[in-house]
T-cell receptor
């Protein structure tokens, strides 16, 4: 069975600090996909990134970066120089199959204070 | 603009009443999903449909029903059999069930049972 754990339920930082959101996953499959979504106060989830299990390259997109390590089953998300607009709930998710059924972690609420 | 529209945004229901949440998409996506989100928890899959006139139960389907008569529409009915229906409901769609792709989400419907 697949499982996603986000141990940090809530993180509070001051603007311009760097922050890392942790994600640990469990799966028996060798082929799987990992995702990060952002849920702002408006409610809808916004797609941030998808990574397949064969691509362990880290990715950087502006102030966002992701560190995928199969050896530790982790897919951590770092925001550099955080801004107030980054305040949201962030979800890590896993999909093992082609049906796009995602298993979500419990989410991490990030609060960035000015 | 293309997207997913959920209505109503807020809904109040008395115990024992059925209620239907609407989800419409104009993205021409084949697959649609319903998730439930409880405070401080991740999203849990209720039902999904990968093609018109076909749908499958997710992890927590008891007390819910769906239909998929049109590609654009995937309404969710919360029946009186659902013992704890107060929650935030999110509808999502995806282009296809081949390679796992990103899900697009609506802004959600918040249901409160009085």
């Amino acid at each position: 069975a697949q499982k996603v754990t986000q141990a940090q339920t809530e993180i509070s930082v001051v603007e311009k600090e760097d922050v890392t959101l942790d994600c640990v996953y469990e799966t028996r499959d060798t082929t799987y996909y990992l995702f990060w979504y952002k849920q702002p106060p408006s409610g809808e989830l916004v797609f941030l990134i998808r990574r397949n299990s064969f691509d362990e390259q880290n990715e950087i997109s502006g102030r966002y970066s992701w560190n995928f390590q199969k050896s530790t089953s982790s897919f951590n998300f770092t925001i550099t120089a955080s801004q107030v607009v980054d305040s949201a709930v962030y979800f890590c998710a896993l999909s093992e199959n082609a049906g796009n059924m995602l298993t979500f972690g419990g989410g991490t609420r990030l609060m960035v204070k000015p | 603009d293309g997207g997913i529209t959920q209505s109503p945004k807020y809904l109040f229901r008395k115990e024992g009443q059925n209620v239907t949440l609407s989800c419409e998409q104009n993205l021409n996506h084949d697959a649609m999903y319903w998730y439930r989100q409880d405070p401080g928890q991740g999203l849990r899959l209720i039902y999904y449909s990968q093609i018109v006139n076909d749908f499958q139960k997710g992890d927590i389907a008891e007390g819910y029903s769906v239909s998929r008569e049109k590609k654009e529409s995937f309404p969710l009915t919360v029946t009186s059999a659902q013992k704890n229906p107060t929650a935030f409901y999110l509808c999502a769609s995806c282009a296809g069930s081949g390679e796992t792709g990103e899900l697009f989400f609506g802004e959600g419907s918040r249901l409160t049972v009085l």
